[in-house]
């Protein structure tokens, strides 16, 4: 007995302070718990039923390039239009909406075309780079697509209401004022915020009279002239003659989306073929008569 008495004490400790572990431990997990739902709490913008809306989230609804250009009031717009589809979105799924054949039959189809866009995407961004050299070895070997049908003039321009106002923007010029300024005051046209200019033009795209004046007129020489529009100071920057060849740095852009799009036609059908020979596909083009 007096051997059995310290073993049974011993035993009780043991169990004790197993129960007090356990009790911290609990604690320390319940503690645990309420500061993450604390903080989660903090971190929602909004809730609708049991589905909350974080800040975290809201960022990633706007595009990176304006991220920081989004000002509050836009944020707030967001999380409410962010509330009024969930209202709506909780409500169709209450009254089974998902359930009716034809609402799942466009939901399948619009996952599909979703997925298919988005295998599609990942196959052509793993080629996407272009390089200098693939873009000088293009504009070199495509000669003839870069060569102007029609002749095209380069012009920048001032467009006043009257008579007036045209004479005291050919004045500003005269006293060296810079034309980008001039423009940028006094054009009504909506170019004025460019400085005046209008890009490279053909015939087509002008009043008859503007054309007629640009081609008869020097390069680089303050100019005036009146059209329907109103009063114009206008000075030619570069005219370019049909058949001549567009420059290079003119037609980057364009060789890039010429070459990607020529790229992807010839991906996309390397792909679909790689994937023919792991799946069976089958056609009876005979069942559509």
């Known amino acids: 007995m007096e051997v059995l008495f310290p073993l049974l004490k011993t035993v009780v400790e043991v169990v004790l302070k197993r129960l007090k572990k356990g009790s911290f431990l609990l604690v320390l997990t319940c503690g645990i718990s309420l500061y993450a739902c604390k903080e989660e709490l903090e971190n929602t913008v909004a809730q609708v039923g049991d589905v909350q809306l974080t800040h975290e989230q809201v960022l990633t609804r706007i595009p990176k390039p304006f991220l920081n250009k989004v000002n509050p009031e836009e944020k707030h717009r967001m999380v409410e239009k962010w509330v009024e589809d969930e209202l709506l979105y909780q409500e169709a799924k209450n009254q089974k909406l998902d359930q009716d054949s034809a609402v799942k039959s466009r939901i399948q189809e619009t996952e599909r075309r979703l997925l298919i ?21 293009y504009y070199n070997t495509h000669v003839e697509a870069f060569q102007r049908e029609q002749t095209e003039i380069r012009v920048r321009h001032i467009l006043v209401e009257d008579r007036t106002a045209l004479n005291t923007a050919m004045e500003r010029l005269r006293n060296g004022e810079s034309f980008d300024q001039i423009a940028r005051e006094m054009s009504k046209d909506m170019s004025a915020e460019n400085g005046g200019d209008l890009g490279v033009f053909t015939e087509d795209m002008v009043d008859a009279s503007f054309w007629e004046a640009c081609l008869s007129t020097k390069l680089a020489t303050p100019t005036r002239a009146t059209t329907r529009l109103g009063y114009h100071v206008f000075e030619v920057k570069d005219r370019f003659e049909a058949g001549s060849k567009r420059k290079l740095e003119d037609v980057r852009d364009e060789i890039k989306q010429r070459i990607l799009s020529e790229r992807r036609v010839i991906e996309r059908a390397k792909f679909l073929n790689e994937i023919r020979t792991r799946i069976k596909t089958v056609v009876h083009l005979d069942m559509l008569k």
């Not at 866009?117 to 070895?137: C, F, P, V």
């Open 117 to 137: 866009a988005e295998l599609i995407e990942r196959m052509y961004a793993k080629n996407a780079e272009i390089s200098e050299g693939d873009i000088q070895n």
